[in-house]
């Protein structure tokens, strides 16, 4: 058939959609098929160059605040406005402003963040590091890693070969009232001495001594029930087991077993070692008015 024929068999259009059809190009490419370079493709091409340039990390302050539960995206924006709102320590009123889930934001001085909340307690098991740091061998991190999406970390440590409770969480509220040392949530941990703790050492760290010039208080220290002088039951209000191992230092004994058996009112009934949990709504509660 020759182009002229071809040509008489289109479908005939008129006015403005035919002229606009007739002014397209089309090239020929080597396998016979056509691509068009009418204008009416060009804002689907643009869309596919957007999509694939869109920064997945990034998330519009608005929508930030928001997701943290402050307050509605309209009234986010009028927050912003005002200058109630920084990132990464500066003020920002900029509309549309996008910032990344690991910049520091803070509505009127404090800081928040977008996450749902979350709590994780685990039975730590020995040979695991409490740590979120990447190349220390096996890490807590490894064992919760499928409990949450949101980016929770470890309250305080437990050293690699000390076992028992450890809870992780992403609200900052809950990991301050951890650390302050004087309103802190206290820990029960069931320790092993490689001899029999003295009476009169018992006596010194019940009532509280100095190391270097600094006080070392404990809520309670006891011998365990049925057991020999040397398994010792310690609870204090500190987020580390450095601590632990400082008190009975200073009175020349090795410890051979730190193992933590409650965190405020939490304790591992129901949880093995080496299990987490989500902790219910009671929990959570309770915990936020220790």
């Given at each position: ?134 190349g220390k061998g096996r890490t807590v991190m490894d064992l919760v890693a499928n409990a949450t999406k949101a980016k929770i970390k470890p309250i305080g440590r437990l050293g690699r070969n000390s076992t028992g409770l450890l809870l992780f969480t992403n609200d900052d509220t809950v990991v301050k009232k951890f ?112």
């Amino acid at each position: 058939m020759s182009r002229h024929q071809g040509s008489n068999r289109k479908r005939k259009v008129s006015g403005r959609q035919g002229a606009g059809q007739r002014r397209s190009l089309e090239r020929t490419s080597a396998n016979g098929k056509h691509d068009s370079l009418s204008r009416g493709n060009a804002p689907f091409k643009s869309k596919t160059v957007k999509k694939q340039n869109a920064n997945l990390d990034e998330i519009r302050l608005n929508k930030y605040i928001a997701n943290s539960g402050i307050c509605s995206r309209r009234e986010a924006d009028e927050n912003i406005a005002i200058g109630l709102v920084t990132v990464n320590g500066k003020i920002v009123t900029e509309m549309g402003y996008k910032v990344k889930l690991n910049d520091e934001v803070k509505f009127d001085g404090r800081r928040i963040n977008p996450e749902p909340k979350a709590y994780v307690l685990l039975n730590k098991p020995k040979g695991f590091a409490t740590t979120t740091s990447e190349g220390k061998g096996r890490t807590v991190m490894d064992l919760v890693a499928n409990a949450t999406k949101a980016k929770i970390k470890p309250i305080g440590r437990l050293g690699r070969n000390s076992t028992g409770l450890l809870l992780f969480t992403n609200d900052d509220t809950v990991v301050k009232k951890f650390t302050n040392s004087k309103t802190g949530v206290p820990r029960l941990f069931h320790i092993e001495l490689d001899k029999n703790l003295k009476y009169e050492d018992f006596k010194k760290i019940q009532e509280g001594f100095k190391i270097e010039g600094k006080l070392i208080a404990v809520e309670e220290i006891s011998y365990i029930e049925g057991a020999s002088k040397n398994e010792i039951g310690l609870k204090i209000k500190n987020t580390g087991n450095t601590i632990v191992r400082t008190i009975f230092d200073a009175f020349n004994y090795d410890i051979i077993k730190i193992d933590c058996v409650a965190i405020g009112h939490l304790t591992k009934k129901d949880l093995p070692r080496g299990n987490w949990k989500l902790l219910s709504n009671q929990e959570i509660n309770t915990l936020k008015m220790l």
